[in-house]
Every structure is written in C-alpha cells, then in structure tokens.
C-alpha cells in the first residue's frame, strides 16, 4: 500500500483524463471524460473535473486522507504560481482562480499549469528529454505547441506566455492561421493546418479518405495514420508539407537556442511520429548552422499521451521540494536568531 497519492488531470476542451500516481510514480488508476456535457459555462468545467477526481477517488479505492496532491493542465495562459488561469482559447475560462475552489473541496493542494509546458516537463523529468539541459519541445496536436526548458528549467517568460512558437510566421502570405496571422508553423503543421490543406484539396475535387472523415474542423489522428498506410496521395502531400515547415520551424530554434534535444511530441506524433521523424530529420540540416546541428539530438516524446500527466507529477514534486527548503530555511532562521541571540546577550 501507497503512503500517499497525487492525482493529475489533463484537461481539453473536450475531455479531461485523470491519473492516479502512487509514492513510486507509478499509474495505479485512470479515467476519461468529456468535458463538453453540460454546457461550456466556467463553472461546469470546475464541477466537471471535481466530479473526475470524485469518481476516481471512489472508484479507485483509495484511502481519501492519503491524497497528497492534485495537479491539472489547461491550453493557455496560466500562473503557475498563484493558480489563475488568465486566458484559455479553447475553454471559457478569463482570469480565473480554479485553485481555491480546489483546495477548498479536497483540503490538498492544487497546481496547475500550461499543458504543452507541462509536456515538455514531462518528456525532461522522465521521458525522452531525461539528462538533457536544454529542450525545445513541439506537440503537434489539434494546434501546434511549443515548450522550452533553458539550463534545466522551463522557460515561461514574462507573464507565462513564452513557447508560442507554434505561430513562428514562416511565410507572411501563406494559409490563414487560427491566432489571425498567415503562414504561422501551426497553419502548416498542425492537424488543423493539414486538415485545411485536406479540404482544399477535396474541394478541387481531389480524393482522400481523410476529407470524409472531418469533424470540428480536423481529421483524428488514427485517420491519418490509415491515409498514409493506405498511400493517400492528398494525406501525403499535406504531410510532406507539415514536416517541411516543421523542419524550417526547427532549424530556426535550433540556431536561436542551440538546445541539447528537439522532441516532438502530441496526438500526430504519437500516431505517426517515426514518419515526421525520418521527413523532418531528412530536411533539418538545411535550416540550420552545422556547427549548432552536430551537437542536437532530435527524437521523438517517449510517453505518449502521458507526457503532460509526468510533467502535471513533475510540477507536484517541485513544489513538495520547494516547500521542504522553505521549511529548512524557516528552521534555519530560527537557529540563526536564537545564535544571533546568544550572542548578543554575551555581548551584554
Ligand atoms: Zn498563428
């Protein structure tokens, strides 16, 4: 039996999957729900996820006052210190304190950050990324995310909204991005980006499997995967065209941080990375300073869809750390005072 169990949340705009973690790290416990029942009000999706780590408590068996942590992610902007989620795209949260509401409910504490941040945490504590210093991190996924961990920390920049490399413009008169710009990384790359260039494509009266098997403006991965099994000409080109962007996107941080490691990560790479892999790998060094590949590695995230539940662990870890050495120091000043004070009444 565990002493004690953090449990993560991985929250989308349309399904939150919760982890239960025991004092080993390892899974013990997992469960998926959509997020879109019961309307998209703010606090539905607060009751949605208290109601996941409800049912996973139950569910699971495990003792409640064992519970040591809850850790969750969301697409956007987010303090990761204070807990406030600023700015989400695709959940209706604005400057919102999901925190407290937590806290108060399970009486552990709660942290949550930005999930492509967390991912590529995730990837650096315990995945692919594991013993490197620097790593840029892409997640292709519906958008295209970026993470970045700068001398062995995550970098968030200022305010928490650094890694926003996915809308690296890199043609001004290309395809319409989601943010408004053209000719973002994410307008080429992304399952978004592909499924434009997909429907394009249909339109002109091109086939492809993958053109009768769009919901909500993408393709599903696993569709994807089948197109190119099957030698899908239209899911060919769009991904021929994915990973040449990607690879210019690469080359590009790749001369700017000169990282240790570029991983990719997300649904398309969990569903077709090796192919990305072997395109972009095939690519890169044209888009970059040899002198700055040679010392690159470039692989593809090792854990999955899970990459952003170790690095929700990660995150619970840091902070049990972080708690320990304020208590040292607490206790130190304690010592220090009560020496300083010897000595002062010596003095007298
Ligand atoms: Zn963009």
Same mark, same amino acid.
């Given at each position: 039996m565990s002493s004690y169990y953090n449990i993560c949340l991985d929250v989308g705009g349309t399904k939150v999957l919760g982890v239960i973690f025991d004092e080993n790290r390892e899974i013990i416990y997992r469960l998926k729900k959509k997020t /879109?029942?019961?309307?998209?009000k703010t606090e539905n999706i607060e009751q949605v996820i208290i109601g996941v780590v409800d049912q996973m408590i139950k569910e699971s068996g *495990?003792?409640? =006052?064992? @519970?040591h942590a809850i850790a969750a992610c969301a697409p956007g902007v987010i303090d990761q210190d204070s807990g *406030?989620? @600023?700015? /989400?795209p695709n959940l209706?949260?604005? %400057? !919102?304190? *999901?925190k407290t509401p937590m806290e108060n409910k399970f009486g552990v504490p709660f942290y949550i950050g930005n999930d492509v941040n967390l991912g590529v945490l995730g990837e650096y504590k315990f995945?692919? &990324? =594991? +013993? !490197?210093k620097n790593v840029v991190g892409f997640f292709v996924g519906t958008g295209m995310g970026g993470g970045l961990i700068l001398n062995g920390k995550l970098y968030t920049g200022n305010k928490f =909204? &650094? +890694?926003? !490399?996915?809308?690296? *413009?890199? %043609?001004?008169?290309g395809p319409l991005c989601n943010c408004g710009q053209r000719g973002c990384l994410e307008a080429f790359a992304s399952k978004k980006g592909m499924t434009a260039y997909i429907s394009q494509q249909a339109a002109r009266g091109r086939k492809s499997i993958i053109a009768d098997n769009i919901s909500n403006g993408v393709f599903r991965s696993k569709f994807l995967k089948k197109a190119l099994e099957e030698k899908d000409v239209v899911a060919q080109e769009a991904v021929d065209r994915a990973c040449h962007y990607l690879a210019i996107a690469t080359g590009n941080m790749i001369n700017t941080f000169s990282p240790d490691i570029v991983i990719y990560g997300g649904g398309v790479i969990e569903a077709v990375g090796d192919i990305f892999l072997e395109k972009v790998l095939a690519e890169v060094d044209r888009y970059c300073m040899p002198s700055i590949r040679s010392t690159v590695d470039i692989k593809q995230a090792?854990?999955? %869809?899970d990459s952003v539940i170790y690095g929700e662990l990660a995150m619970i870890e840091a902070a049990d750390k972080k708690g320990d050495k304020s208590d040292e120091k607490k206790s130190d000043k304690k010592q220090d005072k009560s020496a300083s004070g010897k000595k002062q009444s010596k003095k007298k």
């Open positions: /879109t029942e019961g309307g998209d *495990i003792n409640k =006052k064992k @519970l *406030i989620v @600023l700015f /989400t209706p949260w604005r %400057d !919102y304190d *999901i995945g692919a &990324a =594991k +013993g !490197y =909204k &650094a +890694g926003e !490399y996915g809308h690296m *413009i890199l %043609d001004p008169e090792a854990l999955g %869809d």
